[in-house]
């Protein structure tokens, strides 16, 4: 219950200053690895996303209710994921080593998405 009534408190304007934040700096993040060529950079913000996609559907399924981009994992982001990391392995970009390095970009990711709904509901 708590979850719902926060996600009812949380306007558009709030949610879309969070996703422009955590645009942003993935957008640094890929610039980032096409400069330097260190893929493991772009891999680690794909497996963060690939992460944030099955929290949405787990949330969907606890709360009950849609939940904005559940939809779009299954048409989307499931099959771009499938491709992307075939691709990879296929191209011998990804190994055990920079999934290893990859992860802790993940981790490093997660205090980023806080930050960033921080920032919103500070700012808004």
Sequence with gaps: ?????????????TFSIAVCVLFI?????????IITEQYFLFIGLNIFFALNIITHTVQSLFLRTYVPGVLTTFILIIPYNVILFNELITLGLMDFST??????VTILFIPMLLIS????????
């Design 99 to 104: 999934i290893g390095r990859a992860l802790i």
């Design 1 to 13: 219950r708590k979850e719902k009534e926060k996600m009812k408190v949380t306007s558009s304007a």
């Design 117 to 124: 709904h921080k920032i919103a509901e500070k700012w808004n």
């Design 25 to 33: 700096v993935a957008s640094a993040l890929v610039i980032i690895t």
